[in-house]
């Protein structure tokens, strides 16, 4: 990867020439128009730079799936352009401005085309996995590229056949290991195969956190106590966009108020408190989309196909209109434009009993849109409504400018698909969740006691 985008680093730069000079970059017309100095130097710089800055994403980032990311190419076109700043000043070469933006613009086109070029392509990565969670094997296996060909028990004694030489080893870390699991772990890997955890594997094909894997959260609030420093980035941030924006949406903002008034009559504002950070009260704003005796008979969760939403409600929701109000929220410093969507209180409370490490969703600002919307959408069944709750941790605990960008263009998406809504068959009431929660979380304790069972029969037989 690292040879492709110098080559095409190369290419864009010859390509640039031929806009702002009529001619390759090292023509005689090139060299009289650049006073006899040439390009040389910036090329050789610009190239230098594009190999920087692949090198410096590989040191920063977990290589994952053998696939290029859109994430690991825009850092990686980044890096460069802030080395090849960085050698221009301590080196101070001649170089044509308007040349050098015009390369570094199509260089990045050419990167994110590559990488979609190569996406494309069919892959599969090949696993033996050493684990007794029989459950997220299986959904692994079920992944669209991975292919588990082994699972080894982590409690297996006697001799162990190596791993085929296409082959990653998964281990769980949370189960124990006999002396021979650990010995043919140990062995793999001075071999100098790969080995990787689980729960990284199985995060980076889902983007999920498996939660009978979690351990009361603590990794969630973990992760997050290293990314402190990018949570206030990230609201001053949310702040700029609205404000910067506020041209292009108050007139929109103006336009839904009067149709919803016209059409449904009023209020035009629906407002619900919703538990933000720290468990803070929220006051949410949105258009109204349901009729007003929507929640005559207490609080519960819409559905795509509600017959409590209106005819514009449905279009509203369908292209996420309904939703505007929330950028000022954003203002009052409520809200951030990407996070956990904020729940109502009562859900909240069921899930907080239900599930231990439930609080955890409630240490950043809640968001406008999310990583749940986007991968998963509405909830059709009670086992969906757990999934989402996975999808979210899975933000906490990878958070970043990147998977922020991610969810952005998603939504985009989403809006102008209009595909903001999804008829769904029956949706779980809040005590349905919460059972279905309280089930997972029991089994999670389940595992732990089984773990503790096993080491105490180890340390016994030692």
Known sequence: MVCADAALLAVAFVVAAFLRFDDHPFSESVLAQTQGRGLGQIFVIAVVGAVLGDALVAAVMPQGPPRPTYSRGALGALFAFLAITAMIVLLRPYYSRPHLFTTLAIWFAFVLLMRLVLRL????????????????????????????????????????????????????????????????????????????????????HTGRV??????????????????????????????????????????????????????????????????????????????????????????????????????????????????????????????????PRPEQVSFVEKYREAIPFYDQRHLVRPGITGWAQVRHGYAASEKETIEKLSYDFYYLKHMSPLLDLEVLGRSVLTVLSASGTKPTSQHPSAEEAAALAREAAEDAADQRADDERRGRRGRAAS
Do not use: C
């Open 121 to 204: 392509r069919p892959w599969t990565e090949r696993l033996v996995v050493i684990s007794s969670a029989d459950a997220i094997v299986r959904e692994l296996d079920e992944s669209p590229h991975i292919s588990v060909v082994g699972v080894i028990d982590p409690e297996a004694h006697g001799p162990l056949p190596a791993p085929p030489p296409d082959t990653v080893l998964t281990v769980d870390l949370s189960d124990r290991w006999s002396r021979e699991v650990t010995a043919y772990v140990s062995a793999t890997s001075v071999a100098g195969r790969e080995v990787r955890p689980l729960n990284e594997v199985y995060e980076e």
């Open 210 to 339: 498996p939660l009978g894997h979690l351990s009361e959260g603590w990794e969630i609030e973990t992760s997050l106590l290293r990314k402190l420093p990018f949570l206030p980035v990230k609201h001053a941030v949310d702040l700029v966009l609205v404000v910067v924006t506020s041209p292009l949406w108050m007139p929109v903002v103006a336009i839904v108020a009067l149709l919803v008034r016209v059409v449904d009559g009023s209020p035009v504002i629906f407002r619900q408190v919703r538990v933000g950070r720290r468990g803070e009260m929220v006051e949410l704003f949105k258009f109204r989309t349901m009729r007003n005796d929507a929640e005559a008979h207490g609080a519960r969760q819409a559905t795509g196909d509600d017959p409590r939403i209106t005819r514009l409600g449905h279009f509203l929701r369908s292209v996420r209109l309904d939703e505007l109000p929330q950028f000022f929220n954003v203002l009052r410093g409520e809200l951030s434009l990407i996070g």
